[in-house]
């Protein structure tokens, strides 16, 4: 199962943040993402999962298409299943914040490679995270 979740989304996110990217965004939606970071900044970290996950799926709303943005919540539900099997790790939620913020930019400033880029890095990173204690 473990293998199969991170497939899915190192294929998906990364092109839905792409997409996002180049769509192009309004000032609405860009506040709806700046508002989503925000709230991950501000999380105590018992919170800060279900935040977490609405920002991802806040980008795959945004992407324009509704197909890849129900494949990104029912993997998403099947990547929180395994994130709730290790504990919350106070320099990795921080760092995850970072890559949102680096994402978000991306997603801000139109740039579709940029925006793929630091998705697969973000999303690279839960990976090894999650491989380390579940494999």
């Known amino acids: 199962m473990v293998h199969d979740v ?11 943040s792409r997409l996002t990217a180049q769509r192009g965004i309004s000032h609405e939606q860009v506040a709806a993402l700046r508002a989503g970071h925000q709230a991950l900044c501000d999380a105590p970290e018992h919170h800060y999962r279900p935040l977490d996950s609405r920002f991802h799926l806040l980008i795959a709303d945004l992407c324009g298409s509704p197909t890849l943005s129900n494949v990104v919540l029912q993997n998403r539900a099947r990547v929180n299943e395994l994130l709730d099997h290790i504990p919350l790790l106070t320099p990795n939620l921080a760092h995850s914040t970072q890559q949102h913020e680096v994402i978000l930019l991306a997603i801000e400033q139109g740039d579709g490679d940029a925006a793929a880029a630091a998705t697969r890095e973000h999303i690279e990173g839960t990976a090894s995270l999650l491989r380390g204690f579940l494999d």
Do not use: N
């Not at 991170?6 to 839905?16: C, D, G, I, S």
């Open 6 to 16: 991170l497939t899915t989304r190192e294929v998906v996110e990364p092109a839905v």
